[in-house]
């Protein structure tokens, strides 16, 4: 309840899909962040946003938009990101990924 409550708080969905496009902005600008991505026009701040949002609430958002596996099979892609360093890819991500 207290994660619904909060979501509600700060302007609802919109409000995190907003703070995840603003996110997403600043992550593709980012060389480092950059090898993880393979397609920067596909829309990661509004996806990202409603999942936390149903994650939050309880209430369908991502799920009615993505098939349930959608999440793992991303990141299963961005492990095999060509733009990765040879000996990383098809890694899973470690903490060095983050810097």
């Not at 393979?38 to 009615?64: C, I, N, V, Y």
Request: charged content about 35%; overall charge positive.
């Amino acid at each position: 309840e207290e994660s619904k409550r909060f979501v509600q708080e700060i302007g609802g969905k919109d409000k995190l899909v907003s703070m995840c496009n603003r996110f997403y902005q600043k992550f593709f600008i980012d060389s480092h962040l950059d090898q993880f991505m393979f397609d920067k026009t596909e829309p990661h701040g509004q996806r990202l946003g409603l999942w936390m949002a149903e994650k939050m609430t309880g209430e369908r958002s991502w799920s009615l938009i993505r098939h349930r596996d959608s999440r793992s099979m991303a990141h299963a892609k961005a492990w095999s990101c060509p733009k990765r360093q040879e000996r990383d890819i098809g890694r899973r991500f470690k903490l060095p990924d983050c810097r």
